[in-house]
C-alpha cells in the first residue's frame, strides 16, 4: 500500500517532457490492455483508444491543443473517444460477446438484453454521448493510476478542440468523437513542475467517513 501511495506522489501532470525520450512498446501494451479492463457501464465499452506515434501529426495538433506543447513532446499521445453510435446492433454485438466468451445462453441473456435495448431506445443521442463521455473519465483515471504504477509520465488533458482533433485524425470515418487526450512519455529533467509539493485538501475536509 505504502508503495502505490508514494507513485501516486511521484506522479503529477507533465508540463514538458523530453522530446527525445521514448517509451518502450511494452509500456505502452500495458497501458492498452489497462485501458480494454477498464469498468464501464453495464460493459459496453462505448469508448475507444486511438494511440498516436508521429510527431509531425503530433506537432500539427498543437494549435488545437491552445498551444499546449506536450502533444508535439510526448512519446505518445492517447486520445480517449466515445462512439457515436450506439445502437440496437452495437449492444446486440456486445451480448454476442458475451455469449461467446462466458457461454451464457440466450435465455439467460435475453431479459436484460432487451431492457437495455429499450432504455437506450428512449434516450436521446445527446443523453447517450453524455454517458458514453462519463465512461471515458473512467477509462482516463485508469491510465493515470497504471501510469503512476508503472512510473510512466503523463499530463491528462481536456483543453483541447475535438472537431479538430476528429478531423486531423479521421475519426468520424470510425464513428468515433474525441472526448479527453493523454500525452505519455518521460518527463523532462528542466520540469520545474515535477519537484513541487501537490496541494491538496486536507484529508479531514475531503474525506467524510460515516460509521
Known amino acids: 500500500m ?9 506522479r503529477y501532470a507533465v508540463k514538458k517532457f523530453d522530446a527525445e525520450a ?3 512498446e ?26 498516436l506515434k508521429n510527431k509531425e501529426i503530433q506537432q500539427a495538433l498543437v494549435p488545437s491543443t491552445y498551444g499546449q506543447k506536450q502533444v508535439a513532446q ?3 499521445v492517447l486520445v480517449i473517444c466515445i462512439e457515436t453510435r450506439i445502437d440496437k446492433e452495437y449492444i446486440t454485438q456486445y451480448f454476442e460477446r458475451v455469449k461467446t466468451i462466458r457461454g451464457t445462453s440466450e435465455q439467460i441473456l435475453s431479459p436484460f438484453k ?10 436521446h443521442t445527446e443523453e447517450i454521448q453524455q454517458w458514453a463521455t462519463n465512461q471515458a473519465y473512467l477509462a482516463l483515471g485508469n491510465l493515470l493510476t497504471v501510469c503512476a504504477m508503472e512510473k510512466i ?6 483543453g483541447f ?5 476528429d478531423e486531423l485524425l479521421d475519426l468520424k470515418s470510425r464513428d468515433l468523437s474525441s472526448v479527453l487526450v493523454l500525452p505519455v512519455g518521460i518527463r ?24
Not at 161 to 165: D, G, H, K, M, N
Not at 188 to 211: G, N, P, T, Y
Open 188 to 211: 523532462a529533467k528542466d520540469d520545474i513542475f515535477s519537484s513541487m509539493k501537490k496541494v491538496r485538501r486536507d484529508l479531514r475536509e475531503s474525506v467524510i467517513q460515516i460509521k
Open 114 to 123: 432487451n431492457e437495455l435495448l429499450e432504455n437506450f431506445e428512449e434516450k
Open 74 to 76: 510526448a512519446s505518445h
Open 153 to 158: 509520465d503523463a499530463c491528462p488533458m481536456e
Open 2 to 10: 505504502s508503495d502505490s501511495l508514494e507513485r501516486l506522489e511521484w
Open 161 to 165: 478542440v475535438p472537431a479538430a482533433y
Open 26 to 51: 511494452e509500456q505502452i501494451d500495458r497501458l492498452i490492455r489497462a485501458f480494454n479492463l477498464t469498468a464501464t457501464s453495464y460493459g459496453l465499452q462505448p469508448i475507444r483508444l486511438v494511440v
Open 22 to 24: 521514448m517509451l518502450k
